[in-house]
């Protein structure tokens, strides 16, 4: 039963854990919850490493609680927040909980050995009345405690600083720990590192109405080596939904990876060995090039989040996408496999006439500048339905269009945009 603890430990996925933790994992099967915050109909990428966690929990034979915030959903947690959240709905937190409950079903079993369960904590917290609150959880904490905790400190740095709803999120967290402690035997609970605040209140008010011992252990947060924020692209956020972020972008945002984040995403998003991950180290060690790396990483999390099939699809497309002789392609093809690149529609007059690709490149967004377009184009940066351009004074016409009808611009070997003509 330890083998959870040491594999964790291994990947990198220990930012800190309360003493004791390791010696009941070794006891027996452990009940552990992780909570996610229905913000949005879907879960995005950030949310995939306590996914894996809860799912690794089940492999190595203990029994993992997914709790969806349906009560603390409607105030909003405040870690590693700067501002105020908006406030939603009761409806559309019921509709946020839908999507993502079938997102957890993914990476979950819930029948048989040690079965999952998905629960809402408006169970216990929508009946919930302020005076009994108050009463006998709100006088287990000073605010002199509250005060020091990193989600509230840090608000408080901020001339807007955190309203009471949000400062009484930590006490709801705490509410949660102790009412899974009573339900379902629960006696640890995990989640990101800016969550050690929450979970130690919890643990505290589990020790002073219950006199019982309770765990926590909390995994980093993930960060890339270029300093950009995780699971954010020029696109926006990347979500585990297929209809905010298609498959093939899912795939190619993992296919994208620095070649100094690879080896630590392939530890935290895949079930791969040791020895599988070992192998790939090597091979970007000798041949970084040729990104074997990001192959399987993409190839692993796309069919883990979307399937096999959509591996599959998307690999198709990708090939056809950076092929050379893409133009040759029947023009219905390209369409489905362009369907999810970056596009706008041209004017087919205007094309007619000729327009600088200079000034295409910054309509498009692949360049900042004409200044900026002109020196891609003179490295060889620049490349027309997948054919090098390298002369700063190229035009783009309808005879550049692929059956008539689309124009594929690339920078460098990744960013793409599509021209429609209409």
Same mark, same amino acid.
């Given at each position: 039963?330890?083998?959870?603890?040491?594999?964790?430990?291994?990947?990198?996925?220990?930012?800190?854990?309360?003493?004791?933790?390791?010696?009941?994992?070794?006891? *027996?099967?452990?009940?552990?919850?992780?909570?996610?915050?229905?913000?949005?109909?879907?879960?995005?990428?950030?949310?995939?490493?306590?996914?894996?966690?809860?799912?690794?929990?089940?492999?190595?034979?203990?029994?993992?609680?997914?709790?969806?915030?349906? *009560?603390?959903?409607?105030?909003?947690?405040?870690?590693?927040?700067?501002?105020?959240?908006?406030?939603?709905?009761?409806?559309?937190?019921?509709?946020?909980?839908?999507?993502?409950?079938?997102?957890?079903?993914?990476?979950?079993?819930?029948?048989?050995?040690?079965?999952?369960?998905?629960?809402?904590?408006?169970?216990?917290?929508?009946?919930?009345?302020?005076?009994?609150?108050?009463?006998?959880?709100?006088?287990?904490?000073?605010?002199?405690?509250?005060?020091?905790?990193?989600?509230?400190?840090?608000?408080?740095?901020?001339?807007? *600083?955190?309203?009471?709803?949000?400062?009484?999120?930590?006490?709801?967290?705490?509410?949660?720990?102790?009412?899974?402690?009573?339900?379902?035997?629960?006696?640890?609970?995990?989640?990101?590192?800016?969550?050690?605040?929450?979970?130690?209140?919890?643990?505290?008010?589990?020790?002073?109405?219950?006199?019982?011992?309770?765990?926590?252990? &909390?995994?980093?947060?993930?960060?890339?080596?270029? *300093?950009?924020?995780?699971?954010?692209?020029?696109?926006?956020?990347?979500?585990?939904?297929?209809?905010?972020?298609?498959?093939?972008?899912?795939?190619?945002?993992?296919?994208?990876?620095?070649?100094?984040?690879?080896?630590?995403?392939?530890?935290?998003?895949?079930?791969?060995?040791?020895?599988?991950?070992?192998?790939?180290?090597?091979?970007?060690?000798?041949?970084?090039?040729?990104?074997?790396?990001?192959?399987?990483?993409?190839?692993?999390?796309?069919?883990? &989040?979307?399937?096999?099939?959509?591996?599959?699809?998307?690999?198709?497309?990708?090939?056809?996408?950076?092929?050379?002789?893409?133009?040759?392609?029947?023009?219905?093809?390209?369409?489905?496999?362009?369907?999810?690149?970056?596009?706008?529609?041209?004017?087919?007059?205007?094309?007619?006439?000729?327009?600088?690709?200079?000034?295409?490149?910054?309509?498009?967004?692949?360049?900042?500048?004409?200044?900026?377009?002109?020196?891609?184009?003179?490295?060889?940066?620049?490349?027309?339905?997948?054919?090098?351009?390298?002369?700063?004074?190229?035009? &783009?016409?309808?005879?550049?269009?692929?059956?008539?009808?689309?124009?594929?611009?690339?920078?460098?070997?990744?960013?793409?945009?599509?021209?429609?003509?209409?």
């Amino acid at each position: 039963m330890n083998d959870f603890f040491h594999e964790m430990t291994w990947r990198g996925l220990v930012y800190d854990v309360t003493e004791g933790l390791l010696d009941l994992l070794r006891a *027996g099967p452990v009940t552990v919850y992780i909570g996610f915050d229905p913000t949005a109909s879907s879960l995005h990428v950030g949310s995939l490493l306590q996914m894996m966690t809860l799912a690794r929990l089940q492999r190595a034979g203990h029994a993992p609680i997914a709790i969806v915030g349906g *009560g603390t959903g409607m105030i909003g947690d405040p870690s590693g927040k700067s501002q105020e959240r908006t406030l939603q709905s009761a409806e559309q937190v019921e509709l946020n909980l839908g999507g993502i409950r079938g997102q957890l079903e993914r990476f979950l079993r819930f029948e048989g050995p040690h079965a999952a369960r998905i629960v809402n904590n408006v169970d216990w917290l929508g009946s919930l009345d302020l005076m009994t609150f108050l009463r006998d959880v709100g006088k287990h904490f000073t605010v002199s405690s509250m005060l020091q905790k990193e989600s509230v400190s840090r608000r408080l740095e901020n001339e807007d *600083g955190i309203s009471y709803t949000e400062f009484s999120y930590l006490l709801l967290q705490a509410y949660d720990f102790l009412q899974m402690f009573d339900r379902y035997g629960c006696n640890a609970q995990m989640g990101g590192s800016d969550q050690w605040g929450n979970i130690t209140a919890g643990i505290e008010l589990i020790r002073r109405l219950r006199s019982k011992k309770t765990h926590g252990l &909390v995994v980093p947060l993930v960060a890339s080596a270029s *300093g950009t924020k995780f699971g954010k692209t020029e696109a926006g956020t990347v979500w585990l939904d297929r209809e905010r972020t298609s498959p093939f972008r899912f795939y190619q945002f993992w296919l994208n990876t620095d070649d100094r984040d690879v080896i630590r995403y392939l530890k935290f998003f895949t079930f791969l060995t040791r020895d599988a991950i070992d192998e790939l180290y090597s091979a970007v060690a000798a041949h970084p090039e040729k990104r074997e790396a990001q192959r399987v990483l993409a190839r692993e999390v796309t069919a883990l &989040v979307h399937g096999a099939d959509e591996v599959r699809r998307a690999e198709h497309a990708s090939a056809l996408l950076f092929g050379e002789d893409i133009a040759s392609l029947p023009v219905d093809d390209l369409m489905a496999v362009l369907d999810d690149v970056p596009s706008m529609e041209v004017p087919a007059v205007e094309l007619a006439a000729g327009i600088p690709l200079a000034d295409l490149l910054v309509r498009t967004q692949l360049a900042p500048s004409k200044s900026e377009a002109r020196r891609l184009l003179q490295s060889g940066g620049v490349y027309v339905n997948n054919r090098r351009v390298s002369d700063a004074q190229e035009r &783009v016409t309808t005879a550049s269009a692929m059956g008539g009808r689309l124009v594929l611009l690339r920078k460098g070997a990744r960013q793409q945009s599509l021209l429609r003509l209409a």
